[in-house]
């Protein structure tokens, strides 16, 4: 039996399907199988379709009536026979050794609850990249923190056993179905966690409908988030933890994020009057809680997907859009001045210092002076991007000589790799017993209050903060060896 069955939902695509199983094909790792089910196309395409199972050995070719994406994965998952599997749609494609970085985490982890993610690309109709930047989500997703889905369905590998034990996906749905059932396996305590290596390759159509009505996507969209705030009854062996969803406030700030980043795909995609109806749906407290730098990536980002803009045509069209993106931004709670300085974060997305507006600076600069005070010796928790962004601000205002910098003994990470922006040594939580800390400062913003919530489970009796003012959980307790 093949260690890997890639499930392929095929309708209508005759003009991309060749690429896309080549990109299987090519892959440095090959004991994999592919079931192509055919959803009821109407493109003449069987034949094909046949002649490449005739061709490839390691693919069985399934014809059904038209189902959908859902129905369609769904039948691939029921004919499957390898031990792990993957999705990749008929238009999509595998980058070089997306399936060899996957298969080996997943060896190395024997969890049912266990699945893993790689990096992703977003390519236009002629396969360049639209964004000069694979995307990739937290080293850890889980259902505390998945708030919106950070990888697309072909990025992610799982055990067949996990789904067949847990759920399919759900044919009522037609769109967002992948983002269903990650909501629910998560709900069961399953984690899905990032590697670093090989990617995949997700085309953005100007003719998708996710492109063209994103309202629509956007409204249909809405009862699957509502469903992580509340009780779900389709998950019959949910976490005691996750039975009852997640808090029903940050219900609000999901949607807002989804109404904000669907508005700037509809600017770009010129849809100036369907942008400035869905602005007026985001709830303002979103402003208060995101942190402009996020604003003005989500922002760009939405720009070059709505309007299919590659990275090297971006100074060529953001004159052409920056009119429209103010005039939008004046009918948001956004105050004035924080509008002007997310557009300079769009302006100039790759300046330095800019993740936070000047405010916010002064503020962190003062946790860390307060810090050094309070605490001998610190660790973080979290060397993702925020805490390398973080140490180089460490770095430039140490040079001040009035300036206290707190003593960091460690970075610790429950998936640690070797750090290539600092000399402090990373650890992962266990490696942490038996050394002295006086408290655990956490590398997020006030949005993520998951990570705080992992921190106390992970690290009983020991203080934890974070850098945005956040009154300690526990006492000062430095005897977390003993515990």
């Given amino acids: 039996m093949p260690q890997i069955s890639i499930v392929i939902p095929y309708y209508n695509s005759s003009q991309t399907i060749d690429e896309t199983i080549e990109s299987v094909r090519e892959q440095r790792f090959q004991d994999w199988e592919i079931i192509l089910v055919n959803d009821g196309s109407t493109d003449q395409s069987e034949e094909k379709l046949l002649n490449w199972a005739a061709k490839e050995i390691r693919i069985k070719y399934v014809f059904q009536e038209n189902r959908g994406l859902a129905g369609a994965r769904n039948t691939g998952i029921l004919n499957a026979r390898g031990k792990y599997l993957c999705f990749l749609d008929s238009d999509d494609t595998l980058c070089s050794d997306a399936l060899q970085g996957r298969f080996e985490f997943m060896q190395r982890h024997s969890d049912l609850l266990t699945a893993c993610y790689c990096k992703s690309w977003l390519i236009d109709e002629s ?3 639209l964004i000069n ?8 997703c889980n259902f505390l923190n998945f708030l919106q889905c950070p990888f697309p369905v072909h990025a992610v590998m799982l055990r067949r056993e996990s789904l067949n034990s847990l759920g399919l996906f759900d044919e009522s749905l037609r769109t967002a179905e992948d983002y269903d059932l990650w909501q629910r396996l998560m709900r069961c305590g399953m984690q899905f966690h990032f590697v670093n290596r090989g990617a995949v390759a997700y085309r953005q159509h100007h003719t998708s409908m996710l492109h063209l009505d994103q ?7 809405q009862h699957i988030v509502r469903s992580i705030y509340e009780e779900d009854h389709r998950v019959l062996k949910p976490d005691p933890l996750f039975k009852y969803g ?27 009057d369907e942008a400035q109806e869905l602005i007026q749906r985001v709830h303002p407290g979103m402003f208060t809680y995101t942190e402009l730098s996020v604003l003005a990536t989500s922002s760009r980002i939405a720009l070059q997907k709505g309007g299919c803009i590659r990275d090297d045509q971006w100074l060529e069209k953001w004159p052409i859009l920056r009119p429209k993106v103010i005039k939008v931004l004046k009918s948001t709670a956004l105050p004035e001045k924080c509008q002007l300085t997310l557009l300079n ?17 002064d503020l962190l600069k003062s946790r860390c002076e307060l810090f050094s005070y309070k605490y001998s ?9 925020h805490t390398h962004w973080f140490l180089e601000l460490l ?9 206290k910098c707190p003593n960091i003994q460690f970075l610790i990470d429950e998936n640690p790799r070797a750090s290539s922006f600092s000399d402090i040594p990373v650890i992962t939580p266990a490696d942490l017993k038996g050394k002295e800390v006086d408290a655990i400062i956490v590398s997020t913003d006030t949005t993520r209050q998951h990570m705080r919530l992992r921190a106390q489970e992970l690290f009983p009796g020991v ?6 003012g956040t009154t300690p959980f526990k006492p000062i307790d430095k005897r977390f060896a003993s515990k």
């Fill in 246 to 272: 997640q808090s029903e406030a940050n219900i609000l700030y999901t949607m807002a994020l989804r109404y904000y980043t669907a508005t700037f795909r509809l600017l770009g995609a010129d849809n100036c």
């Fill in 127 to 129: 396969n360049k990249a």
């Fill in 395 to 403: 770095n430039t205002w140490s040079q001040d000589v009035s300036f």
């Fill in 345 to 361: 974060f769009i302006d100039e997305p790759n300046r330095e210092s800019s993740s936070h507006d000047l405010l916010i600076l």
């Fill in 215 to 221: 309202e629509s996507h956007i409204e249909k969209c």
């Fill in 133 to 140: 930047v694979a995307s990739q989500g937290p080293a850890l």
């Fill in 463 to 468: 203080i934890i903060e974070d850098f945005y």
């Fill in 377 to 385: 010796t610190i660790a973080i928790f979290g060397c993702g991007q």
